[in-house]
């Protein structure tokens, strides 16, 4: 095995990748499918990081969609077979009459924790404004919050099972566009990717509501680089595509914007 501490250098979530990295070496001694919790955004890369220095191990990762952002990772010994049917994921439907008190996903999350149960326990939450939501859990909370979850903001709701085929997934729109710019400041490629003034930008960087691979980036002349995906809160994604040098020693850079 490789050094605990080694394997944690520069880590940040360093309590959950060390759980995970039990989980790895648990696999390896039981040759069994270890599948951990829901792990965040930016658990995922580091984890995924942390295990690739394993080469008795490999991992497939799985959150119910394409898109999802809060995914469980199942891991097993190099020789065993692995896919994602092997995550255990359920998806509840929420249903109740929200016209005149409409939930947010805080106010659904707060109900499901409210119930007594963990973060980690759960994945994504859909939204459906005025018809409830969708919410994806560890299977083993299904009962629970069918008995549990009976109210959310001042709204009465039916927690049910349903498929996980049955989850009502909206595609993003993107928009691609090409921007010039003298250098390869946040701040510079956010207000052209999002459309937003370079003073604006600047103030929702400094009150932190921009991330940068799923973390919190409060300096304005933070360096991007191709591949690096900047989120904002309630306006979408901007991922930075290929960039090169004009003539005149500018950055011309490909971006996408998911909305």
């Known amino acids: 095995m490789l050094p605990r501490e080694e394997l944690l250098k520069g880590i940040e979530n360093r309590d959950s990748i060390a759980r995970v990295i039990d989980q790895a070496e648990q696999a390896i001694k039981t040759w069994e499918v270890v599948v951990t919790d829901f792990l965040s955004p930016p658990e995922l890369p580091e984890i995924q990081r942390v295990l690739s220095r394993f080469t008795d191990v490999h991992l497939v990762a799985w959150g119910g969609y394409p898109q999802a952002e809060r995914q469980r990772v199942a891991i097993a010994r190099s020789e065993l ?24 996903h805080r106010d659904f999350l ?3 924790l409210g119930t007594g149960i963990v973060r980690e326990k759960t994945g994504d939450i859909i939204v459906f404004g005025e018809r409830g939501a969708q919410v994806i859990v560890v299977p083993e909370l299904t009962e ?10 001042s709204v009465p709701v039916k927690t049910q099972a349903i498929d996980i085929n049955e989850l009502k997934i ?14 390869l400041r946040l701040d510079a490629i956010a207000s052209a990717g999002f459309g937003i ?44 595509g290929e960039i090169t040098v004009t003539k005149k020693d500018r950055y011309r ?7």
């Open 81 to 104: 077979p692995l896919d994602k049917s092997q995550v255990a994921i359920t998806a509840l439907e929420v249903v109740g009459n929200f016209l005149f008190d409409t939930a947010t």
């Open 110 to 112: 707060g109900a499901m």
């Open 144 to 153: 629970f919050l069918e008995m549990s979850l009976k109210q959310v903001r």
């Open 170 to 183: 909206r595609e993003p729109k993107k928009k691609e566009l090409t921007t010039v710019e003298a250098s």
């Open 197 to 240: 003034s370079r003073s604006k930008m600047v103030n929702l960087i400094d009150s932190g509501n921009v991330r940068v691979n799923w973390k919190e980036i409060t300096r304005a002349s933070s360096q991007l680089k191709s591949g690096d995906l900047i989120a904002i809160t309630g306006k979408g994604r901007l991922e930075v």
């Open 253 to 259: 850079m490909q971006l996408t914007r998911y909305m």
